[in-house]
Protein backbone atom coordinates (compact mmCIF):
# COMPACT_ATOMS: atom_id res chain seq x y z
CA UNK A 1 0.00 0.00 0.00
CA UNK A 2 0.88 3.26 -0.43
CA UNK A 3 -0.40 7.12 -0.72
CA UNK A 4 -0.28 8.58 -4.05
CA UNK A 5 -1.56 11.81 -3.13
CA UNK A 6 -3.75 13.74 0.42
CA UNK A 7 -5.33 16.92 -0.57
CA UNK A 8 -7.82 18.93 1.86
CA UNK A 9 -10.81 19.74 0.28
CA UNK A 10 -12.81 21.13 2.88
CA UNK A 11 -12.35 22.38 5.90
CA UNK A 12 -12.53 18.91 7.82
CA UNK A 13 -12.45 16.48 4.54
CA UNK A 14 -10.09 15.20 3.15
CA UNK A 15 -9.34 13.04 -0.37
CA UNK A 16 -7.03 10.21 -0.30
CA UNK A 17 -5.45 8.62 -3.47
CA UNK A 18 -4.10 5.20 -2.54
CA UNK A 19 -2.51 2.49 -4.18
CA UNK A 20 -2.46 -1.73 -3.37
CA UNK A 21 0.65 -3.51 -5.47
CA UNK A 22 -0.04 -5.90 -7.98
CA UNK A 23 1.60 -8.71 -6.00
CA UNK A 24 -0.72 -7.84 -2.98
CA UNK A 25 -3.67 -7.92 -5.82
CA UNK A 26 -3.09 -10.89 -7.38
CA UNK A 27 -2.49 -12.94 -4.58
CA UNK A 28 -5.95 -12.01 -3.35
CA UNK A 29 -7.35 -12.65 -6.62
CA UNK A 30 -6.10 -16.79 -6.21
CA UNK A 31 -7.67 -16.43 -2.89
CA UNK A 32 -10.82 -15.61 -4.32
CA UNK A 33 -10.85 -18.10 -7.45
CA UNK A 34 -9.94 -20.77 -4.57
CA UNK A 35 -13.15 -19.69 -2.20
CA UNK A 36 -15.90 -19.33 -5.59
CA UNK A 37 -14.71 -21.97 -7.54
CA UNK A 38 -16.55 -25.00 -5.96
CA UNK A 39 -19.73 -23.01 -6.94
CA UNK A 40 -18.95 -22.58 -10.47
CA UNK A 41 -19.75 -24.98 -13.76
CA UNK A 42 -17.72 -24.70 -16.70
CA UNK A 43 -19.13 -26.99 -19.73
CA UNK A 44 -16.17 -29.81 -20.01
CA UNK A 45 -15.19 -29.55 -16.43
CA UNK A 46 -16.44 -31.26 -13.35
CA UNK A 47 -17.87 -28.41 -11.01
CA UNK A 48 -15.35 -26.38 -9.26
CA UNK A 49 -12.65 -27.76 -10.94
CA UNK A 50 -11.72 -25.42 -13.75
CA UNK A 51 -8.54 -23.59 -14.04
CA UNK A 52 -8.68 -20.05 -13.20
CA UNK A 53 -7.52 -19.08 -16.48
CA UNK A 54 -10.41 -20.74 -17.96
CA UNK A 55 -13.32 -19.31 -15.46
CA UNK A 56 -11.96 -15.61 -16.41
CA UNK A 57 -11.92 -16.26 -20.19
CA UNK A 58 -15.68 -17.43 -19.47
CA UNK A 59 -16.94 -14.82 -17.28
CA UNK A 60 -14.40 -11.79 -17.58
CA UNK A 61 -10.88 -10.72 -16.51
CA UNK A 62 -12.40 -9.19 -13.89
CA UNK A 63 -14.71 -11.92 -12.49
CA UNK A 64 -12.97 -11.79 -9.04
CA UNK A 65 -11.85 -8.18 -9.09
CA UNK A 66 -14.63 -7.12 -6.73
CA UNK A 67 -14.19 -9.89 -4.22
CA UNK A 68 -10.35 -8.98 -3.97
CA UNK A 69 -10.70 -5.49 -3.69
CA UNK A 70 -13.38 -5.64 -0.77
CA UNK A 71 -10.81 -8.00 0.72
CA UNK A 72 -7.37 -5.25 0.63
CA UNK A 73 -8.69 -1.77 0.59
CA UNK A 74 -9.84 -2.00 4.56
CA UNK A 75 -6.30 -2.05 5.51
CA UNK A 76 -5.12 -0.19 2.99
CA UNK A 77 -7.18 2.42 3.87
CA UNK A 78 -6.48 2.24 7.98
CA UNK A 79 -2.43 2.33 7.12
CA UNK A 80 -2.86 5.29 5.01
CA UNK A 81 -4.88 7.05 7.83
CA UNK A 82 -1.99 6.28 10.55
CA UNK A 83 0.59 7.83 8.04
CA UNK A 84 -0.97 10.66 7.48
CA UNK A 85 -1.78 11.20 11.12
CA UNK A 86 -5.46 11.83 10.57
CA UNK A 87 -8.59 10.94 12.82
CA UNK A 88 -11.84 10.23 10.74
CA UNK A 89 -15.57 11.03 12.50
CA UNK A 90 -17.11 9.14 9.72
CA UNK A 91 -17.37 5.96 7.28
CA UNK A 92 -15.58 7.14 4.24
CA UNK A 93 -16.48 6.85 0.45
CA UNK A 94 -14.58 4.80 -1.48
CA UNK A 95 -14.05 4.98 -5.23
CA UNK A 96 -12.04 2.85 -6.94
CA UNK A 97 -10.16 4.44 -9.60
CA UNK A 98 -8.08 2.19 -11.68
CA UNK A 99 -7.21 -1.63 -12.12
CA UNK A 100 -5.73 -4.22 -13.64
CA UNK A 101 -3.60 -7.56 -12.53
CA UNK A 102 -0.34 -6.24 -14.04
CA UNK A 103 -0.48 -2.68 -11.64
CA UNK A 104 -3.07 -3.52 -9.04
CA UNK A 105 -5.83 -1.15 -8.16
CA UNK A 106 -5.68 2.36 -7.21
CA UNK A 107 -9.01 4.11 -4.74
CA UNK A 108 -9.87 7.27 -3.73
CA UNK A 109 -11.40 7.99 -0.10
CA UNK A 110 -13.09 10.95 0.73
CA UNK A 111 -13.25 10.90 4.70
CA UNK A 112 -14.34 13.49 7.11
CA UNK A 113 -12.67 14.34 9.86
CA UNK A 114 -11.44 15.48 13.68
CA UNK A 115 -11.71 19.10 13.49
CA UNK A 116 -8.71 21.72 14.60
CA UNK A 117 -9.98 23.51 17.33
CA UNK A 118 -8.66 26.10 19.80
CA UNK A 119 -9.68 26.52 23.69
CA UNK A 120 -7.84 29.39 25.46
CA UNK A 121 -8.43 30.51 29.01
CA UNK A 122 -8.90 27.59 30.45
CA UNK A 123 -7.12 27.97 33.75
CA UNK A 124 -7.94 30.30 36.39
CA UNK A 125 -11.24 30.40 35.68
CA UNK A 126 -13.98 32.10 38.45
CA UNK A 127 -16.69 30.30 39.06
CA UNK A 128 -19.03 29.90 42.71
CA UNK A 129 -19.79 27.13 44.32
CA UNK A 130 -22.86 26.47 46.32
CA UNK A 131 -22.69 26.33 49.74
CA UNK A 132 -23.70 23.27 51.25
CA UNK A 133 -26.34 23.00 54.23
CA UNK A 134 -28.59 20.17 56.09
CA UNK A 135 -30.74 21.83 58.66
CA UNK A 136 -32.88 19.78 61.76
CA UNK A 137 -35.84 20.50 59.05
CA UNK A 138 -34.36 18.69 56.34
CA UNK A 139 -33.52 15.75 58.54
CA UNK A 140 -37.27 15.65 59.82
CA UNK A 141 -38.73 16.43 56.40
CA UNK A 142 -37.05 13.25 55.41
CA UNK A 143 -38.42 11.22 58.62
CA UNK A 144 -42.00 12.11 57.78
CA UNK A 145 -41.18 11.04 54.01
CA UNK A 146 -39.84 7.85 55.28
CA UNK A 147 -42.78 7.78 58.31
CA UNK A 148 -45.13 8.09 54.74
CA UNK A 149 -43.62 5.51 52.52
CA UNK A 150 -44.58 2.76 56.16
CA UNK A 151 -48.03 4.02 56.76
CA UNK A 152 -51.02 1.62 56.17
CA UNK A 153 -54.77 1.69 55.68
CA UNK A 154 -57.08 1.10 58.22
CA UNK A 155 -60.81 1.16 58.18
CA UNK A 156 -62.97 3.91 59.51
CA UNK A 157 -66.77 3.17 59.57
CA UNK A 158 -67.54 6.04 62.24
CA UNK A 159 -67.65 9.24 59.70
CA UNK A 160 -68.47 10.33 56.76
CA UNK A 161 -65.70 10.47 53.95
CA UNK A 162 -62.81 13.55 54.13
CA UNK A 163 -60.23 15.16 51.97
CA UNK A 164 -57.49 12.72 52.03
CA UNK A 165 -58.78 9.24 53.02
CA UNK A 166 -59.02 6.60 50.65
CA UNK A 167 -62.68 5.33 49.18
CA UNK A 168 -63.81 2.09 47.96
CA UNK A 169 -66.82 2.71 45.68
CA UNK A 170 -68.00 1.26 42.44
CA UNK A 171 -69.24 3.49 39.78
CA UNK A 172 -70.81 4.68 36.26
CA UNK A 173 -70.69 7.38 33.75
CA UNK A 174 -73.64 8.33 32.02
CA UNK A 175 -73.88 10.93 29.06
CA UNK A 176 -77.39 11.94 27.97
CA UNK A 177 -78.44 9.43 29.84
CA UNK A 178 -76.26 6.67 28.02
CA UNK A 179 -73.31 5.04 29.33
CA UNK A 180 -70.05 5.68 27.78
CA UNK A 181 -67.11 3.03 27.40
CA UNK A 182 -64.14 3.50 29.91
CA UNK A 183 -66.92 4.97 32.82
CA UNK A 184 -67.52 2.42 34.61
CA UNK A 185 -65.35 0.83 37.96
CA UNK A 186 -66.22 -1.66 40.62
CA UNK A 187 -64.12 -1.46 44.58
CA UNK A 188 -62.31 1.13 43.14
CA UNK A 189 -59.49 2.42 45.22
CA UNK A 190 -59.27 6.25 45.14
CA UNK A 191 -57.65 8.90 47.53
CA UNK A 192 -59.50 11.62 47.91
CA UNK A 193 -57.00 15.25 46.50
CA UNK A 194 -55.18 13.32 44.86
CA UNK A 195 -56.37 14.97 41.24
CA UNK A 196 -56.36 11.52 40.02
CA UNK A 197 -60.39 11.81 38.43
CA UNK A 198 -61.97 14.70 36.71
CA UNK A 199 -62.08 18.25 38.67
CA UNK A 200 -65.18 18.03 40.84
CA UNK A 201 -65.67 13.90 41.31
CA UNK A 202 -63.72 13.87 44.53
CA UNK A 203 -65.02 16.91 46.27
CA UNK A 204 -68.31 15.63 45.96
CA UNK A 205 -67.21 11.78 47.29
CA UNK A 206 -66.27 13.96 50.12
CA UNK A 207 -69.73 13.95 52.86
CA UNK A 208 -70.61 10.33 52.15
CA UNK A 209 -70.98 7.51 54.55
CA UNK A 210 -70.50 3.85 54.22
CA UNK A 211 -73.10 2.26 51.89
CA UNK A 212 -74.59 5.62 50.75
CA UNK A 213 -75.70 5.35 47.28
CA UNK A 214 -75.67 8.88 44.98
CA UNK A 215 -75.00 10.87 41.81
CA UNK A 216 -72.04 12.98 41.03
CA UNK A 217 -72.48 15.32 38.25
CA UNK A 218 -69.35 16.67 36.63
CA UNK A 219 -68.42 18.14 33.31
CA UNK A 220 -65.28 17.13 31.41
CA UNK A 221 -62.92 19.81 30.54
CA UNK A 222 -62.66 20.97 26.75
CA UNK A 223 -59.32 19.62 26.43
CA UNK A 224 -60.64 15.81 27.45
CA UNK A 225 -58.56 13.29 25.67
CA UNK A 226 -61.48 11.56 24.41
CA UNK A 227 -63.15 13.99 22.42
CA UNK A 228 -66.95 12.41 22.23
CA UNK A 229 -66.59 13.29 25.97
CA UNK A 230 -64.67 16.59 25.90
CA UNK A 231 -66.91 19.59 27.16
CA UNK A 232 -69.83 17.52 27.83
CA UNK A 233 -71.82 17.40 31.26
CA UNK A 234 -72.29 13.61 33.19
CA UNK A 235 -73.61 11.64 36.29
CA UNK A 236 -71.69 9.19 37.83
CA UNK A 237 -73.52 7.04 39.67
CA UNK A 238 -71.63 5.67 42.87
CA UNK A 239 -71.49 3.65 45.76
CA UNK A 240 -69.30 3.79 48.74
CA UNK A 241 -68.25 0.65 50.35
CA UNK A 242 -65.22 1.72 52.29
CA UNK A 243 -63.34 3.94 53.92
CA UNK A 244 -59.79 4.23 54.66
CA UNK A 245 -57.32 6.66 56.17
CA UNK A 246 -53.66 6.67 56.29
CA UNK A 247 -51.90 5.76 59.48
CA UNK A 248 -48.28 6.62 60.35
CA UNK A 249 -46.26 4.42 62.80
CA UNK A 250 -44.81 6.24 65.73
CA UNK A 251 -41.78 7.68 65.13
CA UNK A 252 -39.77 6.52 67.96
CA UNK A 253 -36.70 4.47 68.27
CA UNK A 254 -38.61 1.47 67.33
CA UNK A 255 -39.67 2.85 63.93
CA UNK A 256 -35.57 3.41 63.66
CA UNK A 257 -34.74 0.03 64.37
CA UNK A 258 -37.48 -0.98 61.87
CA UNK A 259 -35.89 0.74 58.92
CA UNK A 260 -32.52 -1.24 58.96
CA UNK A 261 -29.07 -1.38 60.88
CA UNK A 262 -29.90 1.77 63.55
CA UNK A 263 -29.79 1.66 67.42
CA UNK A 264 -32.28 4.29 68.28
CA UNK A 265 -33.63 7.32 66.63
CA UNK A 266 -30.85 9.41 66.96
CA UNK A 267 -28.83 6.86 64.79
CA UNK A 268 -31.34 7.31 62.10
CA UNK A 269 -31.28 10.87 61.98
CA UNK A 270 -27.20 11.18 62.15
CA UNK A 271 -27.37 8.64 58.81
CA UNK A 272 -30.18 10.49 57.03
CA UNK A 273 -27.72 13.89 57.85
CA UNK A 274 -24.81 12.30 56.18
CA UNK A 275 -26.83 10.85 53.02
CA UNK A 276 -28.38 14.47 52.57
CA UNK A 277 -25.04 16.21 52.81
CA UNK A 278 -22.94 13.89 50.46
CA UNK A 279 -25.72 13.91 48.05
CA UNK A 280 -25.84 18.20 47.81
CA UNK A 281 -22.27 18.18 48.17
CA UNK A 282 -22.11 15.64 45.02
CA UNK A 283 -24.80 18.27 43.64
CA UNK A 284 -22.71 21.63 44.58
CA UNK A 285 -19.34 19.75 43.07
CA UNK A 286 -21.14 18.76 39.89
CA UNK A 287 -22.95 22.57 39.36
CA UNK A 288 -19.02 23.51 39.95
CA UNK A 289 -17.81 21.53 37.30
CA UNK A 290 -20.63 22.38 35.20
CA UNK A 291 -20.11 26.01 35.11
CA UNK A 292 -16.30 25.27 34.40
CA UNK A 293 -16.97 23.24 31.12
CA UNK A 294 -19.61 25.32 30.04
CA UNK A 295 -16.56 28.33 30.18
CA UNK A 296 -14.32 25.99 28.54
CA UNK A 297 -16.78 25.39 25.33
CA UNK A 298 -18.01 28.99 25.31
CA UNK A 299 -14.36 29.93 24.29
CA UNK A 300 -13.43 27.38 22.02
CA UNK A 301 -12.92 27.93 18.46
CA UNK A 302 -13.48 25.24 15.73
CA UNK A 303 -15.85 24.09 12.65
CA UNK A 304 -16.92 21.26 13.91
CA UNK A 305 -18.56 18.57 11.54
CA UNK A 306 -22.13 17.98 11.07
CA UNK A 307 -21.94 14.07 11.11
CA UNK A 308 -20.57 14.31 14.72
CA UNK A 309 -23.42 15.32 16.05
CA UNK A 310 -25.77 13.02 14.35
CA UNK A 311 -23.32 10.55 15.56
CA UNK A 312 -23.83 11.20 18.87
CA UNK A 313 -27.35 11.36 18.89
CA UNK A 314 -27.39 7.89 17.13
CA UNK A 315 -25.89 7.04 20.26
CA UNK A 316 -28.10 8.60 22.68
CA UNK A 317 -31.37 6.86 20.45
CA UNK A 318 -29.78 3.38 20.79
CA UNK A 319 -29.08 3.90 24.67
CA UNK A 320 -32.93 5.27 24.84
CA UNK A 321 -34.43 2.38 22.98
CA UNK A 322 -32.15 -0.08 25.36
CA UNK A 323 -33.99 1.46 28.36
CA UNK A 324 -37.15 1.35 27.05
CA UNK A 325 -36.77 -2.11 25.56
CA UNK A 326 -35.84 -3.06 29.50
CA UNK A 327 -39.65 -1.75 30.10
CA UNK A 328 -40.70 -4.20 26.99
CA UNK A 329 -41.64 -0.96 25.26
CA UNK A 330 -40.39 -0.94 21.30
CA UNK A 331 -39.20 2.32 20.05
CA UNK A 332 -41.73 2.10 17.70
CA UNK A 333 -44.71 2.17 20.79
CA UNK A 334 -43.07 4.70 22.13
CA UNK A 335 -43.23 6.91 19.22
CA UNK A 336 -46.76 5.71 18.79
CA UNK A 337 -47.79 6.62 22.54
CA UNK A 338 -46.37 10.02 22.11
CA UNK A 339 -47.13 10.93 18.96
CA UNK A 340 -44.00 11.12 17.81
CA UNK A 341 -42.16 11.58 13.89
CA UNK A 342 -38.90 9.69 13.80
CA UNK A 343 -37.22 13.60 13.09
CA UNK A 344 -38.74 15.53 15.73
CA UNK A 345 -37.25 12.64 18.07
CA UNK A 346 -34.32 12.91 17.11
CA UNK A 347 -34.36 16.99 17.72
CA UNK A 348 -35.19 16.14 21.44
CA UNK A 349 -31.33 15.26 21.77
CA UNK A 350 -30.15 17.63 19.40
CA UNK A 351 -29.03 20.13 22.26
CA UNK A 352 -27.39 17.72 24.61
CA UNK A 353 -25.45 15.78 21.52
CA UNK A 354 -24.38 18.77 20.35
CA UNK A 355 -22.70 19.82 24.22
CA UNK A 356 -20.96 16.55 24.57
CA UNK A 357 -19.46 16.67 21.74
CA UNK A 358 -18.12 20.14 21.77
CA UNK A 359 -16.94 19.28 25.34
CA UNK A 360 -15.11 16.31 24.34
CA UNK A 361 -13.04 18.03 22.03
CA UNK A 362 -12.37 20.91 24.16
CA UNK A 363 -11.05 18.38 26.46
CA UNK A 364 -9.12 16.11 24.16
CA UNK A 365 -7.38 19.45 22.59
CA UNK A 366 -6.40 20.45 26.89
CA UNK A 367 -4.65 17.39 27.27
CA UNK A 368 -2.95 17.56 24.11
CA UNK A 369 -1.37 21.83 24.71
CA UNK A 370 -0.68 20.16 28.66
CA UNK A 371 0.69 16.74 27.56
CA UNK A 372 -1.37 14.97 29.61
CA UNK A 373 -0.32 11.32 29.75
CA UNK A 374 -0.98 7.85 31.80
CA UNK A 375 0.97 5.47 33.44
CA UNK A 376 0.76 1.85 32.82
CA UNK A 377 0.34 1.62 36.59
CA UNK A 378 -2.32 4.05 36.42
CA UNK A 379 -4.21 2.20 33.76
CA UNK A 380 -4.11 -1.06 34.79
CA UNK A 381 -5.64 0.33 38.45
CA UNK A 382 -8.32 1.35 36.49
CA UNK A 383 -8.91 -2.01 34.84
CA UNK A 384 -8.75 -3.67 38.05
CA UNK A 385 -11.41 -1.50 39.13
CA UNK A 386 -13.32 -2.46 36.02
CA UNK A 387 -12.87 -5.97 36.85
CA UNK A 388 -13.96 -5.54 40.51
CA UNK A 389 -17.18 -3.61 39.37
CA UNK A 390 -18.43 -5.96 36.74
CA UNK A 391 -16.96 -9.35 38.60
CA UNK A 392 -15.17 -10.04 35.91
CA UNK A 393 -11.17 -11.41 35.14
CA UNK A 394 -9.16 -8.54 34.43
CA UNK A 395 -7.92 -10.10 30.86
CA UNK A 396 -11.58 -10.77 30.22
CA UNK A 397 -12.24 -6.77 30.46
CA UNK A 398 -8.66 -5.71 28.85
CA UNK A 399 -9.98 -7.97 25.69
CA UNK A 400 -13.45 -5.63 25.98
CA UNK A 401 -12.30 -2.19 26.40
CA UNK A 402 -9.35 -1.45 23.93
CA UNK A 403 -6.29 0.52 26.37
CA UNK A 404 -6.18 3.00 23.63
CA UNK A 405 -9.76 4.45 24.17
CA UNK A 406 -9.43 4.18 28.02
CA UNK A 407 -6.50 5.69 27.94
CA UNK A 408 -8.43 8.80 26.02
CA UNK A 409 -10.87 8.39 28.36
CA UNK A 410 -8.33 8.62 31.60
CA UNK A 411 -6.99 11.72 30.17
CA UNK A 412 -9.68 13.38 29.22
CA UNK A 413 -10.95 12.99 32.82
CA UNK A 414 -7.13 14.40 34.22
CA UNK A 415 -8.32 17.58 32.08
CA UNK A 416 -11.50 18.07 34.07
CA UNK A 417 -9.23 17.41 36.90
CA UNK A 418 -6.73 20.47 35.64
CA UNK A 419 -9.19 22.91 34.82
CA UNK A 420 -11.06 22.10 38.81
CA UNK A 421 -7.86 22.83 40.48
CA UNK A 422 -6.88 26.07 38.46
CA UNK A 423 -10.09 26.93 38.95
CA UNK A 424 -10.69 30.76 41.21
CA UNK A 425 -13.43 29.76 43.50
CA UNK A 426 -15.61 31.63 45.54
CA UNK A 427 -18.22 30.07 47.84
CA UNK A 428 -21.50 31.82 47.04
CA UNK A 429 -22.09 33.23 50.20
CA UNK A 430 -19.00 34.94 50.38
CA UNK A 431 -20.59 36.95 47.17
CA UNK A 432 -23.59 37.70 49.03
CA UNK A 433 -21.62 39.22 51.65
CA UNK A 434 -19.48 41.47 48.96
CA UNK A 435 -22.93 42.56 47.23
CA UNK A 436 -24.30 44.05 50.51
Not at 91 to 106: L, M, Y
Not at 373 to 402: C, R
Amino acid sequence: MSVVSSNKVETNKYEIEISVDAQSFNEELDKAFKKNNPKISIPGFRKGHAPRAMVEKMYGEGVFFEDAINALYPAAYQAAVEELKIEPVDRADIEVTSVSKADGFCFKASVIVKPEVTVKDYKGIAATKKPVTVTDQDVEEEIQRLAERNSRLVDVDDRAAQDGDTVVIDFEGFVEDKAFEGGKGEKYNLTLGSGQFIPGFEEQIAGHNIGDEFDVNVKFPEDYQAEDLAGKDSVFKCKLHEIKVKELPEIDDEFAKDLGDYDDLNALKTSIRERITGSREKASSDDLENQLIDHVIANMEGEIPEVMYEHRIDDMVRDFEYRLQMQNITLDMYMQYTGMEKESFRKTFREQAEKQVKIRLALEKIVELEGLDLTEEELDQEYQKMADQYKMEIDKVKAAVPASELKKDLCVNKAVDLIKESAVVTEEEEKKEEAE
